[in-house]
């Protein structure tokens, strides 16, 4: 059975492009273009991994990451994001990965591979902040 991924981002060309490559991998996607919709599908249906843009409208990102999570803070949550200065913030709310805006598809992928790979006390440990293991992705380096 096919992992399910939300994602959640204002971008219509962001979504298509990342629904593309998840199913060429062989994710379930499922799409929404703002922050109550996001909810709404969440709602819907069980997902295992979130991608979740902080600039959304109608509910922003961190109040759609707190709505989430407050219904299941188990699910693996992949943040991306045109904001800067979003790590500390991030990382102290148990979020697996934090891309920055644009970023590499591939190793957007390998993150979400590890992220469902990660085991449950790994997970638990970072949203209680015994682990921080937050991976922040930069398309510089420097």
């Known amino acids: 059975m096919s992992k399910r991924i939300?994602?959640?981002?204002?971008d219509a060309q962001i979504r298509a492009s990342l629904r593309k490559?998840?199913?060429?991998?062989g994710y379930e996607v499922?799409?929404?273009?703002?922050?109550?919709?996001g909810i709404e599908r969440f709602h819907e249906s069980p997902v295992d991994l979130l991608l979740l843009d902080l600039n959304l409208p109608v509910t922003s990102g961190w109040d759609t990451f707190e709505r989430l999570t407050s219904i299941n803070p188990f699910v693996p949550i992949v943040i991306i994001t045109g904001?800067?200065?979003?790590?500390?913030?991030?990382?102290?709310?148990?979020?697996?990965?934090?891309?920055e805006k644009p970023f590499d598809v591939?190793?957007?992928?390998?993150?979400?591979?590890?992220?469902?790979?990660?085991?449950?006390?790994?997970?638990?440990k970072r949203l209680t902040g015994l682990q921080t293991c937050l991976r922040r992705v930069r398309t510089t380096i420097g």
């Open 106 to 124: 591939p190793l957007l992928l390998e993150s979400i591979k590890e992220l469902l790979a990660e085991p449950p006390e790994t997970h638990l």
């Open 83 to 99: 904001r800067r200065d979003q790590r500390d913030l991030a990382s102290a709310a148990g979020v697996g990965a934090l891309f």
């Open 21 to 25: 490559a998840l199913r060429a991998e």
């Open 30 to 37: 499922i799409l929404a273009a703002d922050g109550q919709e």
């Open 6 to 10: 939300l994602i959640v981002d204002d």
